[in-house]
């Protein structure tokens, strides 16, 4: 996404002006396909890059627009985060080497990217979901401050009308509410584009869904998120969530899609269903200024560029988006692919999008009608197993009931990805290459999401060291293991020690505190305070409303002091916790520095500070043990010089 000339105020005159406009330009594609102009007789693919930017702790760099001055080539732009930046690659005609040369132009970008950004003292990663980043880097002071990007902001939060909830159970649970749009930043992807031909997009687009679970299971890369143990490809069930602006309550009595999704059916004929639906069924969020009539322009025989339709397709993303573009004056047709994660490496990239253009090529031949062998709603179950197993999840495929991904893949899906790209016309070398790098990760059974989790699951069992710094060491190690170039199966696991200086991973307090809770609620009895600090060997229970809120703190002082009371009284009676809770409690956020913390500590002579967020709720706990785990680690690494 890049900068877009936008009125001064996204009023409703604005807005229904704007939707005047779209009509138009839906009217003038309709032409065009009735006047059979769409550009048929080339077939080109193409590429977008996303990309995370990390400073030297590996966090997120919030420096793009430094590092885009500093890049200065017009195929690189924004993103919504000020910590992403996008590459676009020039397109290529199908056949020949045009594997070959879209990787080649990936690395002499990203090569260029990587030495502006070392000017800067910065780096770049290729991945679904950065491990390092928190809840804390989602400001709006984060995001890029572009005037599309804030006015895209408002207009999801006054569609939505209320905040954003995430919920996502994979083996952990997220749990999460957030004020605006920037979880989407948390993404990044390596979005393909494929041209087809008026006739064909129909029938293309429908593989394209069907063919898009197998594709993503043998190529997740995002299992991590704020922590937590999630989907093998947490980017769908984040994307989906992050930018829906459905009303929370009140949808269980009418059907509904999120702004992502999977879309709801097969496409009959043309890619002006899809287009229509999306108009229908989606608010116009940002209005443009648009100077052009696009029958006007057809009357005289040009090409219309469509800037209305095009900026609305842009704030709907289905995982399969239908583009219109021109190319050489000419009119064409894409489908873009979106479902793709960034990284692990770039080889790995330019594999599957070796599988998924093979596979559109092949399936297409082998089943020339996929929805007369299988139903939609079977192609959109398939993609949310793959989202959430990987390379273990089992498909419904035409003639199989239940196949497992992988014996799919490499017993049909793969031979038919090769007979696909030898009809394209691609040099079979190139072919065997980048296929031969997705049979061996399936086979090896190592996506870069099983590599994560395998090296995350070493280090655990080693050392069951500080889980940030553990964050830390997978970003350090697939920063390297990207510069070396090789693919994700031939990579070695991550190791602790590669998370560099253990100085640096405890600055903040969100790296320290401890975040699996326990808590009671004013109304519980003490006893049950009691036994949760006698069962967690803990001093302090916090203490939460319904909403988790922190209204207060049980210490062990207090709960003695009580025992004493009653004991001295002689009449023990049934206690709420409201009665003995401390209420005025010092408090710290989670991107508060850790000598902050320790100093306050000291100051308020207390061991804990409770950790709340900006509307008071508890998300942590930050204790003297803490502490000292901490003391001990840097007392190692210290005696180790």
């Excluded at 692990?344 to 559109?360: E, K, T, V």
């Amino acid at each position: 996404m890049g900068e877009t000339k936008l009125p001064d105020a996204q009023s409703t005159e604005a807005l229904q002006l704007f939707s005047r406009h779209v009509l138009a330009d839906l009217r003038a594609l309709d032409r065009i396909l009735e006047e059979r102009r769409i550009e048929s007789d080339v077939g080109r693919i193409g590429a977008e890059q996303e990309l995370f930017l990390v400073d030297t702790d590996f966090r997120p760099a919030p420096r793009n627009l430094e590092l885009l001055e500093a890049i200065d080539d017009p195929h690189f732009t924004t993103e919504l985060g000020r910590f992403n930046i996008e590459f676009n690659l020039d397109p290529v005609r199908l056949g020949d080497d045009c594997l070959r040369s879209m990787e080649r132009q990936v690395n002499e970008l990203l090569g260029k990217a990587r030495d502006a950004a070392a000017g800067l003292g910065i780096d770049l990663l290729l991945i679904g979901i950065l491990p390092t980043v928190r809840v804390s880097d989602l400001t709006l002071t984060n995001m890029t401050p572009i005037a599309r990007y804030r006015a895209l902001n408002e207009a999801m939060n006054r569609v939505r009308g209320t905040h954003y909830r995430l919920r996502i159970k994979g083996r952990d649970e997220l749990i999460l509410e957030h004020d605006n749009v920037m979880l989407e930043a948390c993404n990044t992807s390596f979005q393909l584009h494929f041209q087809v031909a008026q006739d064909e997009f129909a029938r293309r687009y429908n593989i394209a869904q069907a063919v898009a679970a197998p594709g993503l299971a043998c190529a997740t890369n995002s299992p991590l998120l704020f922590g937590r143990q999630l989907w093998r490809e947490t980017r769908i069930a984040l994307f989906q969530q992050s930018v829906d602006t459905r009303p929370p309550t009140g949808g269980e009595l009418r059907e509904s899609l999120p702004r992502v999704s999977f879309g709801r059916q097969w496409v009959r004929q043309s890619a002006l269903e899809i287009f229509r639906e999306d108009l229908a069924r989606f608010r116009i969020l940002l209005a443009t200024e648009v100077d052009e009539d696009p029958i006007a322009v057809l009357d005289a025989g040009g090409t219309p560029r469509l800037d209305a339709l095009r900026m609305h397709n842009g704030t709907v993303y289905r995982w399969n988006r239908p583009c219109y573009g021109i190319s050489d004056g000419k009119p064409h047709l894409r489908i873009e692919n979106r479902v793709l994660p960034a990284g692990p490496s770039a080889r790995d990239q330019m594999a599957n999008a070796a599988l998924w253009f093979g596979m559109m090529e092949g399936v297409a031949h082998e089943y020339p009608d996929i929805t007369r062998v299988m139903s939609f709603g079977t192609a959109r179950e398939n993609f949310v197993w793959a989202a959430r197993l990987g390379l273990g999840a089992t498909f419904a495929w035409p003639g199989r009931d239940k196949v497992a991904a992988a014996d799919l893949l490499l017993e049909e899906l793969l031979p038919l990805a090769r007979s696909g790209l030898h009809s394209l016309g691609i040099d079979a070398a190139d072919s065997d290459l980048y296929l031969g790098v997705v049979e061996e990760r399936i086979r090896s059974r190592r996506t870069g999401s099983q590599w994560l989790l395998d090296s995350l699951a070493a280090m655990r069992d080693n050392d069951g060291g500080v889980r940030g710094e553990q964050l830390v060491a997978l970003t350090a190690a697939t920063i390297a293991r990207q510069r070396e170039g090789g693919a994700v199966h031939t990579w070695a696991l991550a190791s602790e020690d590669e998370a560099g200086s253990p100085a640096k991973l405890f600055q903040r307090v969100e790296q320290l505190m401890t975040t699996d809770l326990f808590t009671v609620s004013e109304d519980e009895l003490v006893d049950m305070a009691a036994h949760v600090m006698d069962w967690r060997h803990v001093r302090h229970v916090p203490v939460e409303d319904g909403g988790h809120r922190l209204v207060g703190l049980v210490t062990h002082r207090a709960l003695l002091r009580l025992l004493v009371d009653q004991l001295s009284s002689g009449r023990p009676r049934p206690t709420p916790v409201r009665e003995i809770m401390q209420r005025e409690v010092i408090t710290v956020r989670p991107e508060a520095s850790s000598r902050d913390a320790l100093q306050l500590m000291r100051d308020h002579r207390i061991s804990v500070l409770p950790v709340v967020d900006r509307d008071g709720r508890l998300v942590g706990i930050l204790s003297e043990r803490d502490f000292m785990g901490v003391a001990g680690r840097l007392l190692d690494a210290f005696l180790d010089r």
